[in-house]
């Protein structure tokens, strides 16, 4: 049976992490192990973690999620390591679960599940697009990308990997940037829908197109730094095939504008033009739409208007990613 260190990285983690390290203490086997990083917290993060009974370091390296994790990944001395947010609640049985999918890949990667905090509509947006995203549109037992609010590698690969990397600041792209490293010297993930997350972060408007432009600037100045021998790139976690209606949804809106603005000049076809752009537009996210309405009810409902905005952010946030490696910056 193989054993697992769980590293939960913390950063003014007290509102959630008792639930979180509660959580993963019950599930914990015979020769297991939990160490908690703690990332210059100022909020009695520290001090709850005390109070638990859980081994808890400072992080070493500067500060963000790759310096961290990569700092309890070293300290592992088990078969596995599992990388747990401090705002992410496995379910129960997660470790029997976990087990399970242990003698099929390298690495496992466990989902949102449906239901998220609060009662505001941007949360549930947010929580909404990572379950669909695992459930509905990855293919396969495979997932290309990662997600580390629940994530288990062997220490081998991890070690053979290098662990995380730590130029990658805040907690943005870090967990692509391994999957892509993984995969590239064949290492794969099994994805578990079984082992179903409970998100416990919430978002407003603001905080939530703020954390979107900054992921996607991220991903897109990494797309640009990237090597060649990692394949097409994960788009949130998916596959590049597997995530066309979101690519669509990123280009058709600014099209749609493009061909109004022809409209404008005397061309009269395009406005027939902008008109079929925003109906493919729509008609690729009608699935999504319907999911989200169907999970949610009038919280769903309301949460699909941020889908407009959020596709929105995608062209000028590559754009000033582009402009930025122009200028020399690749993080």
Known sequence: MPSVTVVIPVRDGASTLGRVAGAALEGLLPGDR??????????????????????TVPSAGGPGAACARNTGGRLAETAWILFLDADAVPPAGWRGMLEDRMDVADAVQAVYGPDAPGRGAATFYKNFYYHYTFTRRIRGPHI??????????????????????????????????????????????????EIEVYHLREYDVPSLLAYEWRMMRAKALYIMRRGRDRGAPSI??????????????????????????????????????????????????????????????????????????????????SLSAAAAALAGRRY
């Open 144 to 193: 290309k990308g990662c997600g580390t609010f629940f994530f288990a590698v062997t220490r081998a690969r991890f070690a053979e990997l290098g662990g995380f990397d730590e130029n990658i600041r805040g907690a943005t792209i870090e967990d692509a940037d391994f999957s892509e490293r993984l995969w590239a010297i064949g290492g794969r993930i099994a994805i578990a829908p």
């Open 34 to 55: 939990i160490i908690a990083v703690d990332d210059r917290s100022s909020d009695g993060s520290r001090e709850l973690l005390d109070s638990m009974g859980i081994e």
């Open 236 to 317: 949130s976690v998916a596959g590049f095939g597997e995530m066309l209606p979101v690519l669509a949804g990123a280009v058709l809106p600014w099209l749609a504008a493009a061909l109004a603005a022809l409209h404008a000049f005397g061309i009269g076809w395009g406005l027939y033009a902008a008109l079929g752009s925003l109906a493919a537009l729509v008609a690729v996210q009608v699935p999504f739409l319907a999911g989200m309405t169907r999970a949610g009810g009038l919280r769903g409902f309301r949460a699909g208007f941020l889908l407009w905005p959020d596709l929105a952010l995608i062209a000028p946030a």
